[in-house]
């Protein structure tokens, strides 16, 4: 393991960090902050961020980085470089006036515990934040800010609201990713470190090159935010600050809104339209925009898994409108509108909510604890399992059955008309079963913390954290927030998010002993 690399490759994305922390003071003087809060909470962490960055990239050019990164080291990098961006980015949270910290920015320090829950909050928001989950602790009880206000989120300076959907679109691509892409030559392997922080298996179709792939994929995200908030702005009508803040948290299926009712503050069917459109294009593959963008449309239409992902969002459509409508005794309107925006805003793990869906009927809650668990499609912004590794797992499963009456049959795994190799297949089936084996450890883990909560609403904190959903349901629906759960499990969940974000294996090849043998025992070994 060549630590230089991890130094690299953590030291560039922080000195990255510091640029959207330097625009949140911006932003949030033009709509009137306190220039003493907006001073207090960023100015400190966006130096820190750039300091601890440029120091750990002098860290990692000590040696020639030039060699072709391994495998497990672009893994490793991007897995403990996740850890590091959430700590640093939770800082503005922590020395600002939306959790207890140390010295706060009035110069009132809280007590001891106040202070520990203040870190475990801030670290939960961030992780929350980066990993797109959207889940947030920030109400009444955890924030100082909320005191004797009716809506606790908006109360919040605009620089942290600006900081908390610019953490979600940064994590939606990946920072990581992002710092590779202006930074390409730093050192060799950058198609590793992409694969290590992006969804899905399929970044290779677009194009071979790392800068060229980066590129493409990153000027089609920043197209679709740029799109979204005209839209918002100039057709719906939102303030810029909506408009963008809205803009930031739909593209990476995020959810974060600036209001503690999010969506379902504005009652807009116009404005639910807008972002239900962007919100399923979150879930398609970006390698399909591009291949739209080249005109090749062969490749879209018969793109297998764009057409399951579809029919999986109508047919939740349909069950909810159903479902509002005859067992819930709501108008077919109200039912449509709602039940499309959900079906979206859950299949794609975007989280947002335009109605209390926490209080649905039980089939209802039953197909979006099935959607918090599938997700969308491999190599968009979503989270979940994925449809493609599903799809791929159905058919091999009708493979194994048609051997069994067929011993001697050759039966290939195809997807899009390509044989897709075993050894790909064993992939997505070791990350099945490591995904459903972390759910029943976090099962008991979270039973166990959270001995009050019954067990529906357990399951779906684990879905939501693992799917990176952010709302759950019972206690923690769309209209609660998690400043419910105890720190242990504050802490444990924000975990799940990252795993859930880096597809679980990124993170557990940091626990297999080869990732941490030196240079000179594996080149030892070779010979």
Request: aromatic share 12%; proline share 3%.
């Amino acid at each position: 393991m060549r630590f230089d690399v991890i130094s690299l490759v953590a030291g560039w994305s922080l000195a990255l960090l510091s640029v959207p922390m330097f625009l949140s003071i911006i932003v949030g003087h033009l709509m009137g902050d306190s220039t003493a809060i907006l001073i207090w909470s960023f100015l400190p962490a966006a130096i820190f961020s750039l300091f601890l960055g440029f120091m750990l990239v002098r860290v990692g050019a000590r040696r020639d980085t030039a060699e072709r990164l391994r495998d497990r080291e672009a893994f490793a990098a991007v897995a403990l470089s996740w850890p590091l961006i959430v700590a640093v980015g939770a800082l503005p949270y922590w020395l600002g006036p939306t959790f207890h910290g140390p010295i706060t920015w009035d110069g009132d320090g809280g007590t001891l515990q106040e202070i520990l829950g203040g870190m475990i909050r801030g670290w939960f928001e961030s992780m929350s934040g980066f990993t797109t989950s959207g889940a947030t602790t920030i109400d009444s009880y955890a924030s100082p800010r909320c005191a004797g206000v009716e809506d606790c989120i908006a109360s919040q300076p605009y620089g942290v609201l600006f900081w908390r959907s610019s953490t979600q679109w940064l994590g939606g691509m990946g920072i990581i990713m992002l710092g590779m892409l202006l930074l390409s030559r730093a050192l060799g392997g950058g198609m590793s470190i992409a694969r290590a922080e992006l969804t899905g298996p399929s970044l290779s179709r677009l194009r071979p090159r790392l800068q060229e792939t980066a590129q493409a994929l990153w000027g089609i995200y920043i197209g679709f935010t740029l799109l979204e908030f005209l839209l918002l702005f100039f057709w719906a009508d939102l303030t810029w600050f909506n408009a963008i803040n809205y803009s930031l948290t739909t593209m990476p299926s995020g959810g974060f809104g600036t209001t503690d009712a999010g969506v379902m503050d504005f009652d807009s069917p116009l404005v639910e339209g807008i972002i239900t459109f962007f919100m399923v294009a979150t879930g398609i593959n970006f390698t399909l925009f591009h291949f739209i963008l080249l005109k090749e449309y062969t490749k879209v239409v018969n793109d297998q898994e764009l057409r399951v992902y579809l029919l999986v969002l109508a047919a939740a459509w349909t069950i909810f409108a159903l479902n509002l409508v005859y067992s819930a005794g709501w108008g077919w309107g109200s039912a449509l509108r709602h039940g499309a925006f959900q079906a979206a805003a859950i299949g794609t793990s975007t989280g947002y909510a335009s109605a209390d869906f926490a209080s649905w009927p039980v089939l209802s809650l039953f197909v979006l604890l099935f959607l918090m668990i599938v997700g969308a499609s491999a190599g968009s912004t979503s989270g979940g399992l994925k449809i493609l590794r599903l799809r791929l797992a159905f058919v091999l499963a009708r493979r194994e059955i048609h051997r069994m009456v067929q011993p001697r049959a050759i039966v290939s795994v195809r997807m899009n008309g390509e044989v897709v190799e075993d050894s790909r297949m064993w992939v997505v089936i070791g990350m099945l079963s490591t995904w459903a084996a972390l759910a029943m450890v976090s099962l008991v883990v979270l039973a166990f913390f959270e001995p009050s909560h019954s067990l529906e609403t357990i399951l779906s904190v684990i879905f939501a954290a693992l799917g990176n959903t952010g709302p759950a349901l019972g206690a923690f629906g769309p209209t609660s927030t998690w400043a419910g759960l105890n720190w242990y499990s504050l802490f444990y969940t924000s975990l799940l998010m990252w795993a859930g974000r880096l597809e679980l294996l990124t993170v557990l090849v940091l626990f297999h002993p080869r990732t941490w043998r030196s240079e000179l025992k594996s080149k030892s070994e070779e010979i």
